[in-house]
């Protein structure tokens, strides 16, 4: 049984549009390959052959290798961040660098590579060295300190490889060696520029240094702190002195301000009319606050007199004067204590406040009284203007001192930048000298070094060869597959199922294969029965079980349909329908069930043929009305099989066939047989299918693959649609095994096992 019915839509591709699809023809590549296999290898083989008639008239190759070996130098142990000269030329470096044109040029001039035979014609050296020149890396890893290096040459001539791939390697390792002298020594030159320079700065500066310290200001002591090596604390003399006079002249106001608040108390105490012992003690408090100095410090003796000693004698001298009057005797003798005492201390050289002397009538007066109070007053006003010179001078000094001190400082300042520049000068020096004692260090221990590890050799080149046979065949395949794929587009012929199934939207019921009709005179019935016959004379033969499928398939549709009348058609003649339907008619009568297969082809019949019966009665003389149509059924070699033939050939078949006498004897047949198969012309050829399609239950269209082309079968698909003819699937006829249908597995199966004494599997039983 097949394993697709229906034909689906869906498996066409996306783009595909089935109902334009199914008037023209796809191209299966892969089964146009095999289809065309031999032809290609053929192909193949007229390529290889023109490939190595090409390659013995071009003449071979050599390639010359060679191996190198690329490492870095061992470095100075010295840290990361104080190394000057950094490292070049990586693994990807090396490769570009030597498949460069400077390497070539280089190398061409070291070995006279123009003076070689392969490149004596040559316009551009480097660019026909580097179309042949291959360097790729054998082992190392990125940033590895060492690589090995394979580079590869091809020509027609092996000196001239070997000596091509010798100068490249010649030429790379100058190339190393005077990059690394070169970037080494330039590193150093610059870094021993850059310290000669710094250098004359820093002597410059020094002697500006010196030659500005020649020219400052004696009063400037010493250089600023910390700014030099040898500096010292520094001193400013005339800011110190502004500094002092300024508070000078602070204290002058401070003295001015209380002489002035003197005054004025002194001013309203007399306003007031205190009394001239208040005023007295108030002046007695003033003096000693200034001090002990000078008339002040006797002042302060006559005080401490006064308070420890006088005062209490005059105080009770006044008691007694206010109680006793002046002439009493206590009186008199405190007035004798009075004047021993003051005798005593001017004696001692203190001078008292108040000073006893004679009277005028010769008593002394111990009332006279000092005017203290003016005197002072006096000295203070003397003191204030005083105060007022000394502050005019002061600010004289002061101006003078302040634009001295300016002066002073500028030079401050300009020797502190004299100072920071010698220190960063000094700095960048030191890092100079190191950097350039670096550079001697390290140049002896950066760059690469190349050694060649392997010598160079020739070898024929394989490559060759096969790039000329690979050319060809694929030449020879591709003209070839040009010419097949062109034949393809000009043959719109069907050659496999996938070719009715996926561009043809019609159901495919079964495939039969390619068979023909020879069989041996001693098979059974082979006298009886036509040789095309196969289900009937080969019963174990794949197209047998072809038909076998075929008979399942048709009963599982007819069934569906309650179909009992089936005609079975062809696009065009030659397509093999009644060869099918003879062999179909015969598996269903051997399942048992009463088939009556009729000869409709009224113009060129030829189911009598198969079966070896007479032509004389038939469907014609049914239609005629000559004979009823029981007595124009006959039986054949097979059970359960019955014949009608066509009759003698009318004039008007058409006419014929579409007389009511058509429906009723089909009709008639359907009550009397399990299935009638009706044989009708090709639906191109004539328009008789369509006739009796109105009488029939279904139609079954068979098609031969190889053939029936896209064109034909897609009319054929019309006519049926355009009739409304009930389609019930395609049989394709003579297929062939290989082409990926269904009957590859079967012809497989019956290819490996064949049974010599089996008995048939469905008796045939002759009637």
């Known amino acids: 049984m097949t394993r697709e019915l229906e034909f689906l839509p869906a498996r066409l591709p996306p783009h595909v549009d089935p109902d334009q699809e199914a008037t023209r023809k796809p191209i299966n590549y892969a089964a146009l390959a095999y289809r065309y296999r031999f032809w290609l290898g053929a192909g193949a083989l007229l390529g290889l052959a023109l490939g190595h008639a090409a390659y013995t008239k071009l003449g071979p190759e050599y390639d010359a290798s060679a191996q190198i070996l690329v490492s870095r130098r061992n470095p100075v142990p010295l840290k990361e961040d104080q190394r000057t000269l950094g490292d070049w030329g990586e693994r990807s470096e090396h490769i570009a660098l030597i498949m460069s044109p400077m390497i070539v040029n280089k190398a061409a001039e070291i070995g006279h590579l123009k003076d070689l035979p392969t490149f004596q014609k040559s316009t551009d050296i480097a660019e026909d060295v580097l179309d042949h020149l291959h360097v790729k890396r054998s082992s190392g890893q990125d940033r590895s300190f060492t690589n090995v290096l394979s580079l590869n040459f091809t020509c027609k001539r092996a000196a001239d490889a070997r000596a091509v791939v010798q100068a490249v390697i010649d030429a790379y390792a100058a190339y190393l060696e005077a990059t690394r002298s070169e970037k080494s020594t330039e590193a150093l030159h610059l870094a021993q520029q850059a310290h000669d320079e710094v250098l004359k700065r820093l002597k410059d500066k020094e002697q500006e240094y010196h030659a500005f310290r020649d020219a400052a200001p004696l009063q400037w002591k010493t250089p600023?702190?910390?700014l030099a090596p040898d500096?010292?604390?520094?001193?400013?003399?005339?800011?110190?002195?502004?500094?002092?006079?300024?508070?000078?002249?602070?204290?002058?106001?401070?003295?001015?301000?209380?002489?002035?608040?003197?005054?004025?108390?002194?001013?309203?105490?007399?306003?007031?009319?205190?009394s001239r012992d208040a005023m007295e003690l108030m002046i007695r408090q003033f003096l000693n606050h200034d001090g002990r100095t000078g008339l002040e410090q006797q002042r302060q003796q006559e005080?401490?007199?006064?308070?420890?000693?006088?005062?209490?004698?005059?105080?009770?001298?006044?008691?007694?004067t206010r109680d006793y009057g002046k002439d009493h005797p206590e009186l008199q003798g405190v007035r004798k204590s009075i004047d021993s005492t003051m005798a005593y201390f001017r004696s001692r050289g203190i001078r008292m406040l108040e000073d006893p002397t004679p009277s005028p009538d010769g008593a002394a007066n111990r009332h006279r009284e000092?005017?203290?109070?003016?005197?002072?007053?006096?000295?203070?006003?003397?003191?204030?203007?005083?105060?007022?010179?000394?502050?005019?001078?002061?600010?004289?000094?002061?101006?003078?001192?302040?634009?001295?001190?300016?002066?002073?400082?500028?030079?401050?300042?300009?020797?502190?930048?004299?100072?920071?520049?010698?220190?960063?000068?000094?700095?960048?020096?030191g890092q100079l000298v190191t950097q350039v004692n670096q550079v001697g260090i390290e140049r002896q221990g950066t760059g690469y070094s190349l050694t060649q590890i392997a010598p160079v050799k020739d070898t024929l080149s394989i490559k060759r060869i096969l790039k000329f046979w690979g050319a060809g065949s694929m030449f020879g395949?591709?003209?070839?597959?040009?010419?097949?794929?062109?034949?393809?587009?000009?043959?719109?012929?069907?050659?496999?199922?996938?070719?009715l199934r996926l561009y043809l939207r019609l159901p495919v019921l079964g495939n039969v294969v390619h068979f023909n009709g020879n069989v041996e005179r001693t098979a059974p019935l082979a006298d009886r029965a036509h040789p095309?016959?196969?289900?009937?004379?080969?019963?174990?033969?794949?197209?047998?079980?072809?038909?076998?499928?075929?008979?399942?398939?048709?009963?599982?549709?007819?069934?569906?349909?309650?179909?009992?009348?089936?005609?079975?058609?062809?696009?065009?003649?030659?397509?093999?329908?009644?060869?099918t339907i003879a062999n179909l008619a015969v598996a269903v009568a051997q399942s048992g069930k009463r088939v009556l297969l009729i000869d409709a082809d009224l113009r060129r019949p030829s189911c009598h043929r198969l079966f070896r019966v007479p032509l004389d009665i038939g469907l014609s003389d049914?239609?005629?009305?000559?004979?009823e149509f029981l007595n124009a059924v006959r039986g054949t070699v097979v059970n359960n099989l019955s014949l009608m033939t066509a009759g003698q050939l009318p004039t008007n078949p058409a006419e014929l066939l579409s007389s009511p006498r058509l429906a009723r004897m089909l009709h008639e047949a359907r009550d009397e047989f399990d299935l009638v198969l009706v044989d009708a012309p090709p639906l191109l050829a004539v328009s008789d299918p369509c006739v009796i399609g109105r009488n029939?239950?279904?139609?079954?269209?068979?098609?031969?693959?190889?053939?029936?082309?896209?064109?034909?079968?897609?009319?054929?698909?019309?006519?049926?649609?355009?009739?409304?003819?009930?389609?019930?699937?395609?049989?394709?006829?003579?297929?062939?095994?290989?082409?990926?249908?269904?009957?590859?597995?079967h012809g497989h199966y019956y290819r490996s096992y064949q049974p010599a004494d089996t008995p048939t599997r469905e008796p045939v039983a002759v009637s």
């Open 477 to 499: 395949m591709g003209l070839i597959a040009g010419i097949c794929v062109l034949r393809e587009l000009r043959d719109s012929r069907l050659k496999t199922l996938q070719d």
């Open 303 to 320: 005080i401490a007199v006064f308070e420890a000693r006088l005062l209490p004698l005059l105080l009770e001298e006044q008691r007694l």
């Open 231 to 274: 500096a010292q604390s520094s001193t400013n003399v005339h800011q110190e002195r502004v500094l002092a006079i300024e508070e000078q002249r602070r204290l002058n106001m401070l003295r001015q301000a209380e002489l002035q608040s003197r005054l004025r108390a002194i001013d309203e105490a007399v306003k007031r009319g205190d």
């Open 224 to 226: 600023v702190a910390g």
């Open 370 to 429: 000092l005017d203290f109070v003016q005197l002072y007053v006096d000295s203070l006003h003397q003191q204030m203007a005083e105060l007022r010179i000394r502050d005019e001078e002061l600010a004289a000094v002061f101006e003078t001192e302040s634009e001295q001190a300016k002066e002073v400082a500028r030079f401050q300042a300009q020797e502190q930048a004299l100072n920071a520049e010698l220190t960063r000068l000094r700095e960048l020096w």
């Open 532 to 579: 095309m016959l196969r289900y009937l004379l080969a019963p174990h033969s794949l197209e047998a079980e072809n038909y076998r499928s075929l008979r399942t398939a048709l009963g599982v549709v007819c069934e569906g349909r309650d179909a009992k009348i089936v005609q079975v058609s062809s696009p065009e003649p030659g397509d093999g329908k009644t060869t």
């Open 622 to 627: 049914v239609l005629k009305g000559d004979i």
């Open 696 to 745: 029939t239950e279904g139609l079954l269209l068979v098609v031969r693959l190889g053939k029936n082309n896209v064109r034909a079968v897609n009319q054929a698909r019309e006519v049926i649609q355009t009739n409304g003819l009930e389609l019930l699937g395609v049989v394709a006829n003579g297929a062939v095994l290989g082409d990926g249908a269904e009957s590859d597995y």
